[in-house]
């Protein structure tokens, strides 16, 4: 028996084999993300089961904005959404809706955009009227996190 073949041949079945299973766990990773990882716009009428309900379960971010987004800071909240999928939970409130200024008011947020996470019935109030990075939104996490006994 030729070694030098059995070993090839078992060489690309393995390399086959690792590939798909390296496919698979890229695409449940992917369809996660797509369930978990976004922005979800959020008002008065669906603040309770989105806010309320879960902020048990994950701490939520939320991002206050007045109207169009700044394309800098959406894409910011989008990527901490997408690299805090399954940790952290994201909405955002419109502030140009009459009815969501009084989310601004509970949460301290004076000028837009603005951030404060809610978790296990605390808050930790973050920034306003500064575009935040990606960092300043990491660090806002850590320490509602953090706050937790």
Not at 20 to 38: I, N, P, S, T, V
């Given at each position: ?33 797509q369930l ?13 089961p989105e ?49 969501n200024l ?48």
């Amino acid at each position: 028996m030729n070694w030098n073949v059995v070993l090839k041949f078992a060489l690309v079945l393995a390399l086959i084999g690792g590939g798909a299973a390296g496919y698979h766990f890229y695409r449940q990773d992917q369809e996660f993300r797509q369930l978990h990882g976004r922005v979800t716009p959020v008002n008065v009428l669906n603040w309770v089961p989105e806010v309320e309900d879960h902020q048990d379960d994950l701490p939520i971010l939320l991002y206050f904005h007045a109207g169009a987004q700044t394309p800098e800071q959406r894409d910011i909240v989008n990527r901490f959404a997408w690299n805090n999928a399954g940790k952290a939970k994201v909405v955002s409130i419109d502030l140009e809706r009459a009815e969501n200024l009084l989310f601004a008011i509970r949460f301290g947020v004076l000028r837009h955009p603005g951030f404060a996470i809610v978790y296990k019935h605390s808050d930790v109030r973050g920034y306003n009227g500064t575009i935040s990075s990606l960092e300043d939104l990491q660090r806002l996490l850590h320490k509602a996190l953090s706050k937790q006994p």
